[in-house]
């Protein structure tokens, strides 16, 4: 199954042909330079603390695990010279190919050993400590509750050269969760020397991917340059990757039409300009945009009237073809459409529907009187809290809009911060509503799914249905036949979305983007980060 939906402009292959109006953009020693206007900073560059599509970008160009995710959501070799599976599909082995990292050192089963056992270790409080579970490691639950030693996780080195995991399940989906950028490998005596330091500064980091970090401006930009380490170096086309934060589509649009730029996103009123441009690429993302509702925060959202009122109010359709105009559609729905598909080939979206929360605004208004009435009030003001950016700004100001007048009496208050600062706000259960993204991991619902599982570390808002976890739990630990588990799954979402107390969805993204037309072999995905930059090339 194809991973993406290509929308309007016919068929944009997977591995794009792309570059810019410039003549080429090599520098005077005649390097090649790939110049890319991203909408986000980097966040974490510590594997075990990433938790956002930027960082994991970036991740992925600097450090190489065992395997990586093509542009048809299959699993390819990164690291692994090869690999066998035991008789009950439990014990994996892999033999890892002769690799470095940039300081000479090689890359060991050690290394993998030590990052997967500090993800999954209490004490690093990694928020993605949940995926060494995802994916079937032996005792990785009891390990990340401090109930087992991180020595009694599931991995271990045979030799330097030979890893072996061993699962408490089977996992269909094992070798393409180990693709994600949670389990990249760690060097333990750098990582161990570096302290607290470790990956704040590019000199702060060890490499053994493709690339290597050469400067960070916070908040501004970031370098990456060919790291000469590299065990497939010399099929390494691009030697730096220059990355520009631009929050707003207009000015990186700006600077991609005066040749600055290779690659911009662009959204809104900005993409009717380019309709007609062979350099406009459009295609349907694997993001969700949602609200999260803070039941433990707020007394008044444990009404359900209410929350249905609110998930009822909202015309998805409109806003993504009005104010995004960027590929995106309305989403009635969690789980993404083209991630997953069912053992016969459907996708879970054609199997599970798009008709949640579709009653519309007369039923929106009568789930707001009811609820107004249950709790004793005439009126009532919630917060909605949302990033800084042009985008985010402009479906915020559409949710309030579409609540104020569908919801007699309700009014959102809007408040915008920086993504770290609205995602530390929720993380704290600082907030009321939420404009809230989650990407998909790996190909397969639970990605989604298991965020709203009582207690998780992503579940900000305190979301808890007995009923929920058992599916959950079922799908996860029944060993159930594929058939089986997938029916449990489309049961989960059908409870999850039930009174709009869950995740409220809004939209699933679009990736408009403009690219130069010189430039190749940039893989665009679904799941983990959107953009790898391995095979990239810019004709001359």
């Not at 309700?410 to 609205?422: D, F, G, I, M």
Request: with cysteine; charged share 25%.
């Amino acid at each position: 199954m194809k991973v993406k939906k290509l929308l309007g402009l016919g068929v944009l292959a997977l591995m794009l042909v792309l570059t810019s109006c410039s003549g080429g953009n090599n520098t005077p020693s005649d390097k090649k330079e790939l110049r890319l206007i991203k909408n986000a900073d980097i966040m974490s560059l510590d594997s075990a603390l990433a938790t956002d599509e930027m960082s994991f970008e970036v991740l992925g160009s600097i450090n190489e695990g065992l395997y990586y995710i093509d542009g048809d959501g299959v699993e390819q070799p990164a690291l692994v010279e090869s690999d066998t599976v035991s008789a009950d599909g439990l014990v994996f082995t892999f033999k890892l190919k002769d690799a470095k990292w940039s300081n000479g050192d090689p890359v060991t089963a050690h290394d993998f050993v030590f990052a997967w056992r500090k993800l999954a270790d209490p004490k690093t409080a990694s928020e993605y400590s949940f995926i060494a579970d995802t994916a079937g490691i032996k005792n990785a639950s009891k390990v990340s509750a401090g109930e087992l030693p991180t020595t009694d996780l599931g991995v271990k080195a045979l030799d330097d050269k030979t890893l072996e995991v061993t699962l408490e399940r089977q996992v269909p989906f094992f070798k393409k969760v180990i693709a994600f950028g949670s389990f990249l490998p760690q060097n333990e005596k750098f990582v161990t020397e570096k302290g607290t330091d470790y990956a704040q500064s590019p000199d702060s980091i060890l490499y053994n991917g493709p690339y290597k970090l050469v400067e960070w401006i916070s908040g501004n930009s970031f370098k990456l340059e060919k790291n000469d380490q590299y065990w497939d170096n010399a099929n390494t086309k691009i030697d730096t990757l220059s990355f520009k934060i631009a929050k707003d589509a207009q000015s990186a649009a700006l600077e991609f039409d005066t040749g600055a730029a290779d690659f911009v996103r662009i959204t809104g009123e900005i993409v009717d300009k380019y309709r007609t441009d062979d350099r406009l690429k459009v295609a349907l993302g694997g993001y969700m945009w949602f609200l999260s509702v803070n039941l433990e925060g707020v007394d008044e959202l444990n009404n359900k009237n209410l929350t249905l009122a609110i998930a009822n109010a909202v015309d998805r359709t409109k806003l993504a073809e009005l104010i995004l105009k960027d590929g995106s559609q309305g989403a009635n729905y969690f789980v993404p459409e083209e991630l997953a598909a069912s053992p016969s080939g459907k996708d879970f979206r054609e199997d599970n529907g798009k008709d949640f929360f579709t009653e519309g605004p007369e039923k929106a208004k009568e789930y707001g009187q009811k609820a107004f009435e249950e709790l004793g009030v005439d009126s009532l003001t919630l917060e909605l809290l949302f990033e800084d950016t042009d985008e985010s700004k402009k479906v915020a100001e559409y949710i309030k809009a579409q609540v104020e007048d569908n919801v007699e009496g309700l009014t959102l208050q809007l408040k915008s911060q920086p993504k770290k600062a609205r995602i530390q706000l929720q993380r704290e259960g600082n907030y009321q509503l939420a404009l809230h993204r989650w990407g998909p991991d790996y190909p397969d619902p639970m990605t989604y799914l298991d965020m709203y599982v009582t207690g998780t570390s992503y579940n900000f808002g305190g979301y808890s249905n007995p009923e929920y976890d058992a599916l959950i739990d079922k799908a996860i630990n029944g060993n159930l036949p594929v058939q089986e588990r997938w029916e449990v799954m489309k049961e989960a979402e059908r409870v999850l979305l039930a009174d709009g107390q869950g995740p409220i969805p809004i939209y699933q993204v679009g990736q408009t983007t403009l690219w130069n037309p010189k430039v190749s072999g940039v893989i665009y995905r679904a799941t983990g980060a959107s953009y790898t930059y391995r095979f990239a090339d810019i004709a001359k």
